[in-house]
C-alpha cells in the first residue's frame, strides 16, 4: 500500500517561494503510470486543488494559480515536489499530497497527513 | 473556475439517512461522470468515499452511496452513525485537466 510524506518548512516568508516534497514509500513512482498530486486547505475552509504530474513529467494546473506553481517529480529519489512563488499570507493552508493509484486526475485515494505552511514575517 | 457549492452544515439522527448537495455547472459536474466525495475528521487527511459519480473504493460501507442529476451531485449517508460526524467535500473533473473542489458541508450526527 502506498504511503506518502510531506515535507517542508512550516513557515514562509511573504513574497518568497515555497517548497515541499512529497515522498512515496511501497512503490515506485517510476514504475507507476499513475498521476501524482498537491491540494492545499486554508484552515477552517475547503479544499482546493493545486495541481498534479504524471509519472513521465507532464504536468497540470490550477488555473488560478498556474502562474505561481511549479511541480516536479524525481523518481531517482521517489518522490515529486511543490514549488509555490511570491507568496502571501492566503498561501497559509495545509498542505497535502496525494494519488489516485491509477491513471485518473479526477480523484484521489492515497493521501499524506498533510503539512502546514504559514506565510508570516 | 469557481468552487463547487455545498450546503454549509447537515445533520440527522442515528440510523436515519442524510443527503449532501454538490452544484456545479455543465462545464464540469453536468459535464462529465467524474465526482467524487471525501470524508475529513478533524486534523485528518481526506479519506476517498465516492468516485466517478457512483463508485466505491474497497473498505467503504455501502451507507455510502452517489448519484448525478444535471449540475447537482449528491452523497447520501444511510444508517447514521457516530463516526460519520465529519466534513464531506466533493470535487468534480472541470474539463482540460482540470479539478474543482466544494467549500465542504459539515455533518452533524445529532
Known amino acids: 500500500q502506498l504511503q506518502l510524506q510531506e515535507s517542508g518548512p512550516g513557515l514562509v516568508k511573504p513574497s518568497e517561494t515555497l517548497s515541499l516534497t512529497c515522498t512515496v514509500s511501497?512503490?515506485?513512482?517510476?514504475?507507476?503510470?499513475?498521476?501524482w498530486g498537491w491540494i492545499r486547505q486554508p484552515p477552517g475552509k475547503g479544499l482546493e486543488w493545486i495541481g498534479t504530474i504524471y509519472y513521465s513529467g507532464t504536468t497540470y494546473y490550477n488555473p488560478s494559480l498556474k502562474s505561481r506553481v511549479t511541480i516536479s517529480v524525481d523518481t531517482s529519489k521517489n518522490r515529486f515536489s511543490l514549488k509555490l512563488s511570491s507568496v502571501t499570507a492566503a498561501d497559509t493552508a495545509v498542505y497535502y499530497c496525494?494519488?489516485?493509484?491509477?491513471?485518473?486526475?479526477?480523484?484521489?485515494?492515497?493521501w499524506g497527513q498533510g503539512t502546514l505552511v504559514t506565510v508570516s514575517s | 473556475q469557481s468552487a463547487l457549492t455545498q450546503p454549509p452544515s447537515a445533520s440527522g439522527s442515528p440510523g436515519q439517512s442524510v443527503t449532501i448537495s454538490c452544484t456545479g455547472t455543465s462545464s464540469d459536474v453536468g459535464g462529465y461522470n467524474y465526482v467524487s466525495w471525501y470524508q475529513q475528521h478533524p486534523g485528518k487527511a481526506p479519506k476517498l468515499m465516492i468516485y466517478e459519480v457512483t463508485k466505491r473504493p474497497s473498505g467503504v460501507p455501502d451507507r455510502f452511496s452517489g448519484s448525478k442529476s444535471g449540475n447537482t451531485a449528491s452523497l447520501t449517508v444511510s444508517g447514521l452513525q457516530a463516526e460519520d460526524e465529519a466534513d464531506y467535500h466533493c470535487s468534480s473533473y472541470a474539463g482540460s485537466n482540470n479539478l474543482v473542489f466544494g467549500g465542504g458541508t459539515k455533518l452533524t450526527v445529532l
Open positions: 496525494a494519488t489516485p493509484s491509477a491513471l485518473s486526475i479526477s480523484w484521489y485515494l492515497y
Open positions: 511501497g512503490g515506485s513512482i517510476s514504475s507507476s503510470p499513475y498521476y
